[in-house]
């Protein structure tokens, strides 16, 4: 069966038997049957005034575009049509490796503009001057999806911006939450395998995400702002981003300064409910993308205010949860927000692959004044990044229009495959020599890093000390959320683990519902009733290690 779409008619033309059946069908008595096709803005027409030659990647004008040599009209195709084997090579190479996490994603340039002075805890010259404005590239995500998995699927939302300042780039890679699953880079690899396909089924498994996190309790605090409704944000304009780490800033008397950075949205918080996410996964998989697009061309530029939070060495000695570790916020009433600045998004990029595609940040990209601290996530991730942008665009990806830094680039890292700018030409190649001006510049020394330990060893993450995985998501549950956003949250929660299955359906389920029971005896008692658990009859049968202390 086809149809063709006119004004107020659809003509739907049936193949039964070898025989066309035509049926017109006035579109004012269906209700259900057409779903409008969204489309985003058509292709701009240039004028033939500007008319242009087509050519060969080499510049050859040629006339042959639609027909290939052939010896005859109907013989077979000639080998020597060099234009059909450039055309053939070149789209059999139009791919390259997605993203192994974050790959469906979506971006925009815009400015950054300093609203506040915060000069007293950073020398970063970025922020140097109330009012100075600084190129930015944002690029959204979801995490689990393949490059054309749908936008509203429950998942973290990437949040990747490049700040392109004169001291070089700044890449601040965070979530649109300020907490992750885990605590050691170690686990992260197991961990995205659970939100990827099972190996057997080639499905995403259920049974595969809830045992990982029911064995790796730190990962509870993640686990409900994601079972929350702000698992399925509107789009991206509608939610906040944070830098997640801890980082440091360092000022002009080098003094050290722990820090957090939160992107406020402007047009304020908008999710979708689980049923509305589900149906738009159908409706429009690119509901994100288009969103995005569509408000920059209408000239409704997305905005977030930056605020920081600080914490000074001292404080971070005393503070009772271990400020470096990811699992954990700071509470905003002894850590309060401090203004910096406005991001607003105010370009779109003319062409998604060179842009968005080929971006690569990476959060060893820092820049003087702003620096690393102990989380150990962040210290993993020094390492991660630029090795997955080698492997995804090659060695010289910082040659990459959108990866290089428009001020200076000075060193003595030559060749490569790809190597597309001047290569150094022919200034000397190695350091120190006696013949060019590059020095090491003096003022860019850090200061020292005094360790808290001169041993190394294989500690344990969630030793005594470090082990609390409920009171920051019981807080999260109890003062955070409203009665709407509870009812949701356990909705969400019991759909997702209803989803359990295999031999260990009953053991990962208990081992699960524990961990919400110690966050919230209310929360866990809701999930359990939500999943037909009789906790009464499971409570004596759980290994003491799971037993909840108190009901
Ligand atoms: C040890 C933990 C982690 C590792 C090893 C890791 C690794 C990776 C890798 C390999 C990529 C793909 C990079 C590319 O191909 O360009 C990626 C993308 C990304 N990751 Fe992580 N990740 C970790 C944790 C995190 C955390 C905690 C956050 C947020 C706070 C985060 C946010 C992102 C974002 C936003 C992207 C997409 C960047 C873009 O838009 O290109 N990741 N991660």
């Not at 060893?364 to 989380?375: E, L, N």
């Amino acid at each position: 069966m086809m149809y063709s779409n006119c004004t107020n008619v659809i003509l739907i033309v049936k193949i039964y038997e070898g025989i066309k059946l035509i049926d017109l069908i006035d579109v004012s008595t269906i209700t259900t049957f057409v779903i409008p096709y969204p489309d985003s803005s058509p292709l701009k027409h240039h004028p033939m005034s500007d008319k242009k030659k087509l050519t060969t990647a080499s510049g050859n004008p040629y006339y042959y575009h639609e027909d290939t040599q052939s010896v005859g009209p109907r013989g077979p195709l000639l080998l020597q049509d060099y234009i059909l084997h450039e055309k053939m090579a070149h789209f059999n190479r139009e791919r390259i490796p997605e993203r192994v996490v974050h790959a469906k994603g979506s971006g925009a340039f815009g400015t950054f503009t300093v609203t506040h002075d915060i000069s007293r805890y950073t020398r970063a010259k970025i922020f140097n001057k109330v009012g100075k404005q600084t190129k930015v590239l944002l690029r959204f995500s979801t995490v689990g999806g393949e490059k054309g998995s749908a936008d509203t699927e429950r998942d973290p939302r990437g949040f990747a911006l490049k700040f392109y300042t004169e001291d070089g780039n700044w890449d601040l890679v965070g979530n649109n939450t300020p907490i992750f699953f885990i605590k050691d880079p170690k686990k992260f690899s197991d961990f995205i395998h659970t939100q990827k396909r099972d190996p057997y089924t080639n499905c995403k498994s259920p049974t595969m995400m809830w045992d990982f996190w029911s064995l790796n309790p730190e990962s509870l605090h993640q686990v409900m702002f994601l079972m929350s409704d702000r698992g399925t944000p509107y789009g991206y304009r509608y939610m906040n981003g944070y830098g997640s780490h801890t980082f440091s800033f360092i000022n002009k008397d080098n003094e050290r300064y722990w820090v957090k950075f939160h992107f406020k949205s402007a047009q304020g918080i908008r999710n979708f409910g689980n049923e509305e996410a589900s149906k738009m996964r159908g409706i429009d998989p690119d509901f994100s993308q288009r969103d995005l697009v569509e408000a920059i061309d209408r000239g409704e530029f997305p905005k977030w205010n930056l605020k920081i939070q600080i914490m000074t060495e001292e404080q971070a000695q005393v503070h009772p949860f271990n400020p470096f570790d990811l699992t954990k916020i700071w509470p905003h009433k002894d850590f309060p927000l401090i203004d910096v600045g406005v991001l607003e998004l105010n370009e779109n990029p003319k062409n998604y692959f060179a842009s968005i595609e080929q971006a690569a940040f990476a959060p060893a990209h820092v820049i003087d004044g702003i620096s690393y601290s102990p989380d150990k996530m962040l210290q993993g991730r020094i390492l991660s990044y630029p090795d997955a942008h080698r492997h995804r665009l090659g060695g010289n990806y910082e040659q990459i229009p959108v990866n290089r830094c428009p001020f200076a680039v000075n060193n003595y890292e030559r060749d490569g495959y790809m190597r597309v700018d001047e290569n150094g030409g022919d200034n000397p190649n190695y350091y120190p020599n006696s013949f060019d001006n590059i020095k090491p510049d003096e003022s860019y020394r850090q200061p020292d890093w005094e360790l808290e330990s001169n041993v190394a060893g294989w500690f344990n993450r969630n030793a005594e000390g470090e082990n609390d995985h409920y009171t920051q998501p019981g807080n999260f549950y109890r003062r955070v959320l409203t009665a709407t956003d509870k009812r949701n949250l356990v909705a969400t929660i019991a759909g997702a683990m209803s989803g359990i299955s295999g031999e260990k359906k009953e053991e990962i389920t208990n081992r699960q519902l524990c961990h919400f029971f110690r966050a919230d005896i209310g929360l866990g008692m809701a999930i359990a009733k939500a999943l037909g658990v009789d906790i009464d009859a499971v409570m004596p049968v759980l290994p003491k290690e799971h037993a909840v202390i108190e009901k």
